[in-house]
């Protein structure tokens, strides 16, 4: 087990580790819900607006935070940067730990479409491959330099203590999970991408064998 160069503890290919990767929040946040709060409401229209327009930009940091609470809007901030297709490597991290937040087929839908995407680079792809994985069990977390050291196996395993995700207002098709692994399937066995069929073969493995927490 090691500590690497942002305090995460990583453990050794094949094992699983404890990480904490998201603020911890209020645990009463599960039960607000933006159509009965004007505050909360007010705030999460102000994420959307930063996060489609980039303004006002010094509050970018706080909109990625706050989208995480709403459970309407965070199904239309969400897939569009899921769609921005930044190649980015923090930007994809800012992606993930905003996208992981909330489970709404909205965003779900986005982010299939985004991994299926033959057009794009690898990073947005796989990315939206991870948020997808986080629908799966949301304690999952796998980096994609990890993916990439490891063609054909299992990487090295990260597991959020205390996954925080709330359900949107577009609640998940009773298929979802079948689906993500359908997608995960296909994209292992026939994409022109290596790095995009080592990440899916990976991920069906996720799907098949970790139950939801």
């Known amino acids: 087990?090691?500590?690497?160069?942002?305090?995460?503890?990583?453990?050794?290919?094949?094992?699983?580790?404890?990480?904490?990767?998201?603020?911890c929040r209020d645990a009463r946040a599960q039960d607000k819900r933006e159509n009965y709060n004007a505050t909360l409401r007010a705030d999460c229209r102000l994420a959307l607006q930063v996060i489609v327009t980039g303004k006002p930009e010094p509050k970018w940091d706080w909109a990625l935070d706050q989208i995480a609470y709403c459970d309407d809007t965070a199904g239309e901030a969400l897939p569009v940067l899921l769609r921005r297709a930044s190649t980015d490597s923090l930007e994809q991290l800012e992606l993930l730990v905003a996208g992981r937040g909330v489970r709404d087929q909205r965003i779900l839908d986005a982010a299939i479409e985004v991994a299926q995407n033959g057009a794009l680079t690898w990073r947005p792809r796989v990315s939206a491959m991870r948020v997808m994985v986080s629908y799966i069990n949301r304690s999952i977390v796998i980096?994609?330099?990890d993916i990439m050291a490891a063609p054909g196996g299992m990487p090295r395993t990260l597991i959020v203590d205390h996954a925080y995700q709330i359900d949107g207002t577009h609640p998940?098709?009773?298929?979802?999970?079948?689906?993500?692994?359908?997608?995960?399937e296909a994209l292992a066995s026939a994409d022109q991408d290596a790095r995009v069929r080592a990440a899916g073969k990976i991920f069906a493995g996720v799907a098949r064998n970790y139950p939801a927490p």
């Open 143 to 145: 980096e994609p330099e």
């Open 1 to 23: 087990m090691r500590i690497d160069s942002v305090g995460r503890i990583v453990a050794p290919m094949g094992l699983l580790a404890i990480m904490s990767f998201a603020p």
């Open 172 to 184: 998940l098709s009773p298929s979802a999970r079948s689906t993500i692994r359908t997608v995960f």
